[in-house]
């Protein structure tokens, strides 16, 4: 009795999802094309990304630690100079970020010059190798600053034969 009334349940429950399928109505409209928004490429600029970054941090990037010789006037003291003074800790701080933000901008320039384009085109590499050649084959910002185009150009083809050299023995991304 319980094979028959297994296929009975089976058969029931095909009958009710056939059913279903086919009440769906088909759906023939036509949707119209979707529009999608306007977007504006804008060529990078580092020395207006530069300006807008010194401007941002105006106040951290000229901070200057009150010498001693300041808080002293001719008759009295300057009590706000005298607390700025002895604010070692803070000081210290605020010094060791304006050397972040100087880092930060040089790495900025570094960036804006030595592109994977401008690698791409002088060492055809692309893909991981092109990124593990710029990460550990990259300019400093001094030669970076002074050097021309062919001089440039001359650097990334004599460290592309380097790498090719040592190429396998370089760990990939740590």
């Not at 036509?30 to 105006?58: C, G, M």
Request: proline residues 6%; charged residues 25%.
């Amino acid at each position: 009795m319980k094979p028959v009334l297994s296929i009975w349940i089976l058969l029931s429950c095909l009958a009710v999802t056939r059913s279903f399928a086919q009440t769906k109505p088909a759906d023939t409209t036509v949707k119209p094309p979707v529009q999608l928004k306007t977007v504006n490429i804008v060529q990078y600029n580092f020395f207006k990304d530069s300006a807008a970054f010194r401007e941002e941090y105006s106040k951290e990037m000229t901070f200057r630690r009150p010498k001693w010789y300041e808080v002293y006037k001719i008759t009295a003291v300057d009590i706000h100079k005298l607390y700025q003074v002895t604010q070692f800790k803070k000081n210290k701080k605020k010094i060791a970020f304006r050397h972040m933000l100087l880092n930060k901008e040089q790495e900025m320039y570094i960036n804006s010059i030595y592109t994977p384009s401008l690698v791409n085109k002088v060492t055809r590499l692309d893909g991981d190798s092109l990124q593990l050649f710029m990460r550990y084959y990259q300019p400093d910002y001094s030669f970076i600053k002074s050097a021309s185009d062919y001089d440039l150009y001359a650097e990334i083809k004599k460290q592309y034969g380097i790498f090719t050299r040592v190429r396998d023995s370089i760990p990939p991304r740590p």
